[in-house]
């Protein structure tokens, strides 16, 4: 039977409720755990994470019609912003922080329209046509929070944009086994077939030398996109560098964790301490970048 949002709560309409969706977005994401950003800030960031979470898991785990699913969420995303009140918890509490930090609509479509495409392909060609699949399913989150902290301007965006397309790419690069093993490839075709990658290398439980070199060579190219957005740092103050300089050195971590294993992500995923993305955000907020 197909879920859908005609019901009060997510629980009674087949889809993740907050008690579901909330932990999980505050253990993906450094800043969002930081006692340093102060409680206001925090639940602003949770509640752009848990639609990011529960949108995501819309498009990869709830069962029935997917895109119907996707449309009736758009609609009744569009309630909070249209002075209506919206049926699912997670919009609800989204309502109070689209008013008080000014927020636009568009980066929430967008978040919503990286899961349809994600119903419609499963491989990337180019590594560009990767990058604009990030324009949607991770630039918006970047884009909000600088609303979070009044801080999205132009430039700023543009630099947020490259860091959050980084960690995106990171993500993905963290877990290529498992995007296989639900039949998606992030890794670009063209890239596979320059080093000799077969589809069968991505499911094998161990790396070899051809696979390996790939992901040394998507790591530093995201690690380089990263490192041009990281400046974004330095045109901040206060909570808001404190965040994004948690991205920043999060994300450096992780491609640290990637590189510290061989590139080999297919044993088990490589994933970077809390000690380590503190490290390395202490290191991005000291020096601005």
Same mark, same amino acid.
């Given at each position: 039977?197909?879920?859908?949002?005609?019901?009060?709560?997510?629980?009674?309409?087949?889809?993740?409720?907050?008690?579901?969706?909330?932990?999980?977005?505050?253990?993906?994401?450094?800043?969002?755990?930081?006692?340093?950003?102060?409680?206001?800030?925090?639940?602003?960031?949770?509640?752009?994470?848990?639609?990011?979470?529960?949108?995501?898991?819309?498009?990869?785990?709830?069962?029935?019609?997917?895109?119907?699913?996707?449309?009736?969420?758009?609609?009744?995303?569009? =309630?909070? $912003?249209?002075?209506?009140?919206?049926?699912?918890?997670?919009?609800?509490?989204?309502?109070?922080?689209?008013?008080?930090?000014?927020?636009?609509?568009?980066? $929430?479509? #967008?978040?919503?329209?990286?899961? =349809?495409?994600?119903?419609?392909?499963?491989?990337?060609?180019? $590594?560009?046509?990767?990058?604009?699949?990030?324009?949607?399913?991770?630039? /918006?989150?970047?884009?909000?929070?600088?609303?979070? +902290?009044?801080?999205?301007?132009?430039?700023?965006?543009?630099?947020?944009?490259?860091?959050?397309?980084?960690?995106?790419?990171?993500?993905?690069?963290?877990?290529?086994?498992?995007?296989?093993?639900?039949?998606?490839?992030?890794? /670009?075709?063209?890239?596979? #077939?320059?080093?000799?990658?077969?589809?069968?290398?991505?499911?094998?439980?161990?790396?070899?030398?051809?696979?390996?070199?790939?992901?040394?060579?998507?790591?530093?190219?995201?690690?380089?996109?990263?490192?041009?957005?990281?400046?974004?740092?330095?045109?901040?103050?206060?909570?808001?560098?404190?965040?994004?300089?948690?991205?920043?050195?999060?994300?450096?971590?992780? $491609?640290?964790?990637?590189?510290?294993?061989? +590139?080999?992500?297919?044993?088990?995923?490589?994933?970077?301490?809390?000690?380590?993305?503190?490290?390395?955000?202490?290191?991005?907020?000291?020096?601005?970048?």
């Amino acid at each position: 039977m197909t879920a859908t949002l005609g019901r009060p709560t997510g629980a009674e309409s087949g889809l993740p409720g907050e008690s579901a969706i909330l932990p999980l977005a505050s253990r993906e994401n450094f800043t969002v755990a930081s006692l340093l950003l102060g409680r206001a800030t925090r639940d602003h960031l949770m509640a752009i994470y848990g639609f990011a979470r529960l949108v995501d898991q819309l498009g990869d785990e709830v069962e029935g019609d997917r895109l119907a699913i996707l449309d009736d969420f758009e609609e009744d995303l569009n =309630r909070v $912003f249209d002075d209506a009140r919206p049926r699912h918890p997670s919009l609800q509490r989204l309502v109070l922080t689209v008013r008080a930090c000014n927020m636009p609509r568009g980066p $929430f479509l #967008r978040l919503i329209e990286a899961n =349809r495409r994600d119903q419609r392909q499963l491989t990337y060609e180019t $590594f560009a046509d990767l990058v604009d699949y990030c324009d949607l399913s991770a630039n /918006p989150v970047g884009e909000l929070v600088l609303h979070v +902290f009044g801080a999205a301007t132009k430039e700023r965006v543009e630099l947020s944009d490259r860091v959050c397309t980084a960690l995106q790419l990171a993500e993905h690069w963290q877990d290529v086994g498992e995007d296989f093993g639900h039949g998606r490839i992030y890794l /670009p075709g063209e890239d596979r #077939r320059r080093f000799g990658v077969s589809d069968s290398d991505l499911g094998a439980r161990t790396a070899n030398e051809p696979f390996r070199k790939l992901l040394e060579f998507e790591t530093e190219r995201a690690r380089k996109l990263l490192d041009e957005g990281a400046p974004l740092v330095g045109t901040l103050k206060g909570r808001a560098r404190i965040a994004v300089a948690g991205y920043v050195g999060g994300g450096r971590a992780t $491609f640290d964790a990637i590189a510290g294993a061989g +590139f080999d992500v297919l044993r088990e995923t490589p994933r970077a301490t809390s000690a380590q993305k503190a490290r390395r955000a202490f290191e991005a907020f000291r020096r601005g970048e």
